[in-house]
């Protein structure tokens, strides 16, 4: 419930409203956990209860300033069919989404010591930042790309879409020689070697903080299809790549191998897009 009073407000291009359900959630239950750890309360109950409470009244929240269209929707006999077969792409890329962007931990703790999978989580902690930061550009603009399907107004989305990730990017590309003292200072000189692993990824997290957003162009164009597709080859690629690499070069194999896959993924979908919307018309104008 929560999520689809935040989508509403979404499609409405209503940010700051959209920010007080997204973030009101979070501090309701960090106020609630808060709680129950200084009342000496914390069990695995009381977390879920703190969760549950979050979501409810960021819920409330949401309801009270979703536009009237979401507070009493209609449905159509023709939603349910329409939206199962679009939201289902959806939720199987998302497993895979998980599964891909998790594999170097997953086998570096099968195939290494704990000592390692430390150091690298903590690059890879950090690396979910442009994961973060990609998101952040897509829920901007997601209301701009959901109002056109034709192909010469989705080019001009394209277009916005890289201009707002380069305002974004190209400042943090200074940054990749300020990684190890700022490492350093998050996590400490036991942790120095994290700047290592995140440097070797910093420019394929880049390529994905440009190319991400162009996911849009599929959302609109209604093939989310397209994206599972890529996110197929993403996975099985993650798999066998980690394996290998992980195997002859442990930790550092793993982070090259990221830096691989983000370049692949980045390339996947700009070839994708380009496909979709190249010619004089594009793939689909019908």
């Known amino acids: 419930v929560w999520g689809y009073f935040s989508a509403a407000i979404q499609s409405e291009s209503r940010f700051g409203a959209y920010s007080i359900t997204q973030v009101g959630n979070n501090a309701i239950k960090l106020v609630l956990l808060t709680g129950i750890i200084a009342a000496g309360w914390l069990t695995a ?4 209860a703190a969760t549950v409470a979050g979501f409810a009244a960021a819920a409330a929240v949401g309801h009270v300033l979703a536009p009237a269209f979401a507070r009493r929707p209609k449905w159509h006999r023709s939603a349910g069919p329409a939206v199962i077969r679009y939201s289902r792409w959806l939720v199987i890329s998302s497993l895979m989404f998980l599964l891909y962007s998790r594999m170097d931990i997953l086998l570096l703790s099968r195939l290494t010591d704990s000592e390692t999978v430390g ?14 930061m990609a998101a952040s550009v897509m829920t901007v603009l997601l209301p701009r790309f959901s109002r056109h399907t034709a192909s ?11 201009k707002c990730s380069a305002a974004v ?12 003292p700022v490492m350093g200072v ?10 290592g692993f995140l440097k070797i990824m910093y420019f394929g997290l880049l390529a994905t903080m440009v190319t991400h957003p162009l996911h849009l162009l599929f959302f609109a164009r209604g093939k989310p299809q397209v994206l599972t597709a890529l996110d197929v080859v993403l996975l099985v690629f993650n ?6 690499a992980i195997t002859h070069y ?9 830096l691989a896959s ?16 190249g010619g004089r018309r594009g793939r689909g104008d019908g």
């Open 169 to 180: 990017v190209v400042p943090m590309i200074p940054c990749y020689w300020l990684l190890e």
């Open 239 to 244: 798999a066998a790549g980690h394996t290998w």
């Open 119 to 132: 150091v690298y989580s903590a690059a890879a902690t950090m690396a979910q930042a442009a994961d973060l």
């Open 262 to 277: 983000r370049c692949l993924g980045a390339a996947l979908l700009s070839g994708a897009i380009g496909y979709e919307l």
């Open 250 to 258: 442990g930790a550092l194999g793993a982070a090259w191998v990221v």
């Open 186 to 195: 998050v996590f400490g000189a036991s942790y120095a070697a994290s700047a």
């Open 152 to 162: 010469g107004a989705l080019r001009g989305q394209v277009g916005m879409s890289l």
């Open 45 to 48: 109950t009381s977390l879920m």
